[in-house]
């Protein structure tokens, strides 16, 4: 999360839990020394200059970095309350991890530009006249000028869906300062050559078809930049480009049902080459989704300096490519490894070592397709972590968005009508591996007598668990004096438990979290049934074997539930005296 704000209930339920449900599931099962969980406030960039700017219009006291510390204080606070188990939650510009992640990000610079994968490019930036000021990429907003895209509040080179474009591709472009057109500069900065690895890309999404853990949107995502540069026009333009003699050479693609048609071209340089063409002739077109190369620097203040080369002095890593590279920075502070250290290759190298990823959908072009170029072109034996995406989290059935028109609750806002385990069990439950979901808190909305999803899905913790947690001691208590019963748990009551067990990993593994609900909802639900229909015997034999297996049931869900629900799995492990 970035450096201006209070996490919103999409950065803790459409990521965070997830990844700690993940995280705890591992530690139980093969040792918490065996795992590492890291997260971190991203620091630097423009978006924190802004949001700068305008905490210190509404009064705010002190420095830039004492504005960013101040929130990763707030956002390290939330994530408490909402018992997320990060190992460190660091930040990029401060402390150790701050000095850590620049250095890093120096060597990182200087390992890509030694292997010839970087090059100066020169491209526009937008300029205020009547302000005299050159405009960050957040102070400037238009339409996205991808092909199929209906963002009109795209910034300077992205929109929110995570499009990647040139700045002078940008549609009717507006200065955030003067609400004016702003003027397109040039400026020089250092790119990474993407497009050289689209065989490599390629290749490794094609070895994830058909392995569970790669969710199908991710990789249809991916495949989309994977396709050969075009360009788009309406279909009635289509004659007046063919006219154009020096136009590139270009194949053309049309489908029955779409108004435009599709100018695919050998390389980017040609479709650049085209796209100036077209400006020129004053033809309207839009550019399809293709890899381009991948910015590493800009020009604002607040940034890690980029080491000198070629001549080339002043600039700061843009903030997108350095918090690719941020987890190995953080890996390296939490385990003391300083800036010389080497103990974090033993968990981003070795051949036993992996790395999840959990991430928003909007962002799997920076996490699915420039990290893994970037983390390749290293040559330096890096794993290639495992990409989790969620889908949006919508507030109601809108998309929220603090820099947009609607605003998220923010998470510290729910635990005031709602536990930390309640919503974590209805973030777990909400399918956003498949589609975005709409999280509507009655609480928060003021719905009378609705029907809160919240409150239902919790119950299955707060009363059908407990219900049962409660039945045993209870029943412990008055039939064998508060002395669990020796005995051996009846076959099937040990075979269904041993079915939940494994059916509960091999869903986690595909992080299917939703289903998880829906398989410790039907055991218990089972369970209780069981309990109710035994509990009549008036045999003490039989009340002691029906102790013996229901302690048996409370022992596996306590297990399974505890990635989940982790305070109160650790009450009744408490009481029941196990490790």
């Not at 120096?106 to 020169?122: D, H, M, P, V």
């Not at 940034?303 to 987890?327: H, M, Q, Y």
Request: glycine content about 8%.
């Amino acid at each position: 999360p970035y450096g201006n704000k209070e996490l919103h209930f999409g950065h803790v339920g459409g990521v965070f839990v997830h990844a700690d449900i993940f995280a705890r599931f591992l530690r139980d099962r093969i040792g918490k020394e065996n795992v590492i969980f890291v997260s971190g406030t991203d620091c630097y960039g423009a978006t924190i200059e802004a949001g700068f700017e305008q905490a210190v219009a509404n009064g705010f006291c002190g420095a830039l970095a004492d504005y960013v510390a101040q929130n990763h204080e707030r956002q390290k606070e939330t994530l408490s309350r909402y018992r997320i188990s990060l190992d460190l939650f660091g930040a990029s510009a401060l402390g150790e991890a701050g000095s850590i992640h620049s250095d890093l990000s120096a060597t990182i610079f200087k390992r890509l530009y030694e292997n010839g994968t970087l090059k100066l490019e020169q491209t526009v930036q937008f300029f205020d006249e009547e302000k005299g000021a050159f405009l960050n990429g957040r102070q400037v907003t238009g339409r996205c000028p991808i092909q199929g895209c209906k963002s009109e509040t795209a910034y300077a080179d992205e929109c929110s869906l995570g499009h990647q474009y040139n700045p002078a591709e940008l549609i009717n472009p507006i200065s955030a300062l003067s609400g004016k057109p702003p003027k397109r500069v040039p400026v020089t900065n250092w790119f990474f050559d993407l497009p050289a690895y689209e065989s490599f890309l390629k290749d490794t999404v094609r070895s994830w078809e058909g392995d569970p853990r790669y969710r199908v949107g991710l990789i249809k995502t991916i495949k989309e930049f994977l396709r050969k540069p075009a360009i788009y026009v309406k279909k009635e333009l289509l004659e007046k480009v063919q006219e154009i003699k020096t136009m590139p050479a270009f194949t053309v693609t049309q489908e029955p049902q779409k108004a435009s048609s599709a100018l695919v071209f050998a390389d980017l340089t040609h479709r650049d080459q085209a796209v100036s063409l077209l400006e020129e002739h004053k033809i309207r077109y839009r550019t399809g989704k293709t890899l381009v190369p991948f910015r590493l620097s800009g020009n604002v203040k607040w940034g890690i300096p980029v080491p000198e080369a070629d001549g080339v002095a002043g600039l700061t890593f843009w903030v997108w490519p350095e918090s690719l590279w941020a987890p190995i920075s953080f890996t390296k502070a939490y385990l003391g490894d300083g800036i010389e250290g080497r103990q974090w290759e033993q968990w981003w190298k070795a051949e036993d070592a992996q790395a999840y990823q959990f991430i928003g959908e909007d962002n799997i072009y920076f996490y699915g397709i420039a990290e893994l170029g970037l983390f390749h072109a290293l040559n330096q034996g890096l794993q290639m972590p495992v990409i989790v995406p969620n889908h949006h989290l919508l507030f109601g059935k809108t998309k929220a968005s603090s820099s947009g028109s609607v605003k998220p609750p923010k998470a510290m806002e729910l635990l005031e009508q709602y536990t930390p385990e309640q919503l974590r069990i209805h973030f777990m439950n909400a399918s956003l591996g498949e589609k975005s979901v709409s999280f509507e808190p009655k609480a928060l909305l003021q719905q009378d007598g609705a029907f809160d999803t919240i409150l239902y899905e919790g119950n299955l913790v707060t009363n059908v668990f407990n219900r049962l947690v409660r039945s045993c001691f209870y029943t412990l208590q008055k039939h064998c004096n508060g002395v669990y019963p020796a005995g051996t748990v009846t076959e099937p009551v040990k075979a269904r438990s041993d079915q939940v067990i494994l059916e509960y990993e091999r869903l986690i593994s595909q992080f299917a979290f939703d289903k998880l609900f829906e398989l410790l909802n039907l055991y218990l639900r089972d369970a209780n049934k069981d309990w109710s229909r035994r509990a009549k015997s008036e045999d003490p034999a039989e009340i002691r074997q029906l102790l013996i297996d229901m302690f048996h049931i409370v022992r596996v869900a306590a297990a399974l539930f505890h990635p989940i629900v982790p305070d109160g799995c650790e009450m009744i492990r408490e009481y029941l005296h196990i490790d």
